[in-house]
C-alpha cells in the first residue's frame, strides 16, 4: 500500500518554503532597514569646539545673541538651517561674535515634537546642536510614517560625546518636554509668523 503521508507532507513543505520567500521578499520591500545615518564627521567640523551650555552655542560674552525659532522635523527648516545657520556658526559663532539659542518651534499640527524632545533631551548634556543638526541632515531618512523612536535612536548613536543612556532617560523624565513647551510658549506669547525666525540682540539688532 502506497505511503499517502509522503506527498502530503511533501505539499506541506512546499506551501511552508513558500510562504518564507513570500515573507522573505516582503520584508526585503518594504520591511524594516537599518537607518544609514550620514553627516557626522561635517556636524562635529562645524561645532566641535565651540562652547555649548544647555541649547546656548557660542561664548556667552559674544556681544550679539540670536535666539533662533526652529523646527527639527520641518523640512524647509532643515533647508534654512544649512543655507542660513550653518554658515551663521562658521562665520560668527565661532569667531566670538555671536552666540545662539537653540528655540524649538514646531510649525505642525503637534505642540511639542518627538524631535523637539529629543533635542533637547541631548542639550541637557551640552549636545542638542550636534543632535538637531544631525536629525535635519537626514530628515529625509526618516520613515515614510514619519519621526520614530527607532530615527530618534539612530541620531542619537552617532551624535558626539552624547552618553546614550543617560539621553534614553532624559528622554522620558518629562524636563526635556517641558523645555520644549516653553519654547513653544514663548513663540505664541511673541506671536511668531510660521517660519523659522531670528530674533538678534546686540548691535545691529533689535
Known amino acids: 500500500m502506497p505511503n499517502r503521508w509522503l506527498p502530503i507532507t511533501a505539499l506541506t513543505l512546499l506551501f511552508v518554503g513558500l510562504m518564507a520567500a513570500i515573507v522573505s521578499l516582503s520584508v526585503g520591500e ?10 557626522t564627521p561635517e556636524v562635529q567640523q562645524l561645532i566641535g569646539g565651540i562652547r555649548q ?26 533647508d534654512f538651517q544649512e543655507g542660513v545657520i550653518d554658515p551663521l556658526i562658521a562665520e560668527r559663532v565661532r569667531t566670538g561674535d555671536v552666540q545662539i539659542n537653540f ?21 541637557e548634556q551640552d549636545r542638542g546642536w550636534q543632535y538637531a543638526s544631525l536629525f535635519m541632515r537626514n530628515l529625509d531618512r526618516a520613515p515614510e510614517q514619519g519621526v520614530t523612536e527607532d530615527f530618534l535612536n539612530q541620531i542619537a548613536s552617532v551624535t ?16 526635556a518636554e517641558e523645555s520644549a513647551q516653553e519654547d513653544v ?12 525666525i531670528l530674533i538678534i540682540n546686540g548691535p545691529g539688532g533689535g
Not at 58 to 69: H, K, M, R
Not at 108 to 122: C, D, F, R, S, Y
Not at 160 to 175: I, R, S, V
Request: hydrophobic fraction near 40%.
Open 30 to 39: 518594504k520591511g524594516p532597514q537599518s537607518i544609514q545615518i550620514t553627516g
Open 160 to 175: 558626539p560625546k552624547l552618553d546614550t543612556a543617560e539621553w534614553e532617560e532624559a528622554l522620558t523624565a518629562g524636563a
Open 103 to 123: 528655540r524649538n518651534f514646531p510649525l505642525g499640527l503637534k505642540p511639542v515634537t518627538l524631535g523637539a524632545i529629543a533635542t533637547e533631551a541631548a542639550a
Open 53 to 78: 551650555l544647555d541649547d546656548r552655542l557660542g561664548d556667552e560674552t559674544a556681544p550679539v545673541t540670536i535666539d533662533l525659532f526652529q523646527d527639527v522635523q520641518c523640512p524647509r527648516c532643515a
Open 185 to 196: 510658549d514663548l513663540a505664541t506669547e511673541l506671536r511668531l509668523p510660521a517660519n523659522p
